[in-house]
Structures are given as structure tokens and as C-alpha cells.
């Protein structure tokens, strides 16, 4: 019965020791994190298929890690004089910040619009793990 004991007490401390060893790894890469080193990236699209097309290339040039593809987004502006109203599709890109500016370079390289809108904002803060992931899959 000691051993049984023993052996579930050297259980429970191996595990509160590997608790506080993975909560200590990731509030180290959550201070690492430096504020706005990553963006998120908004471009709206005439069409899924557009959409999917500049996705997946800016995925595949490592321009951006991650491009969330939302459908249904109703755009009302004012172009060349008159108010306009359109059905898009709106690209939720993650990328590192100091790849925006090949971002909007490749963006405004394939986009049919005459004017592709690129707006980027930066991310302050998020998940660490998910944030380092950002930052090791679009290169500098």
C-alpha cells in the first residue's frame, strides 16, 4: 500500500511539475511577443473564386501564414462620383508587419480591381503560441 502511495504522490508532483514548466514556456513566449510585429491584413474580392486564388498564392509565396475567407461582405462607397453598393469578399490575411508592403506589392499585382484595398492593422496582443506560429511561418 506505501508503494501504490508513493508511487501516486511522485505522480501528482511530476505533473504539477510539467503544469508549471508548459505555463511557464508559454507566458515566456507571450512576453516575448514584441506589440505589432504581426498584422492582420484586409482585402476585399469580387468573387470567391479570386479570393481563393490570391489566398492560396499569398499562403504559398509565405506572404502570409494564415487568410481567412469570409463570404457575403455588402460594400457601400463612393467611387468616381457616384454611391456604389457590391457584393464582396472579404480576406482576413496574418502576416508579419514588415511583409505588408510585398504583400500589397503581389496584391495589386493580380487583383482586378483598379484599386485593391490593402488595410493592415497591427496585432497587439493574442494567444503566444499561435502568434509565434505567425512569425515562423512567414518569413522576414
Known amino acids: 500500500m506505501r508503494a501504490a502511495c508513493g ?3 511522485l505522480s501528482l508532483l511530476m505533473v504539477s511539475l510539467l503544469r508549471t514548466a508548459y505555463r511557464r514556456l508559454f ?5 516575448a511577443y514584441e506589440p505589432g510585429s504581426l498584422s492582420a491584413v484586409f482585402v476585399t474580392c469580387p468573387s470567391e473564386k479570386v479570393a481563393k486564388d490570391i489566398a492560396r498564392a499569398m499562403v504559398e509565396k509565405h506572404l502570409a501564414a494564415c487568410v481567412n475567407i469570409i463570404p457575403q461582405v455588402t460594400s457601400i462607397y463612393e467611387w468616381k462620383g457616384k454611391i456604389e453598393e457590391d457584393s464582396e469578399i472579404l480576406l482576413m490575411i496574418k502576416t508579419r508587419s514588415s511583409r505588408i508592403p510585398a504583400l500589397t506589392d503581389f496584391v495589386r499585382s493580380v487583383h482586378p480591381y483598379e484599386v485593391a484595398e490593402v488595410i493592415a492593422l497591427p496585432i497587439e496582443q493574442g494567444n503566444a503560441p499561435y502568434l509565434q506560429w505567425v512569425g515562423e511561418t512567414v518569413p522576414e
Do not use: D, F, R, T
Open 7 to 9: 508511487v501516486l504522490l
Open 27 to 31: 507566458s515566456m513566449a507571450a512576453e
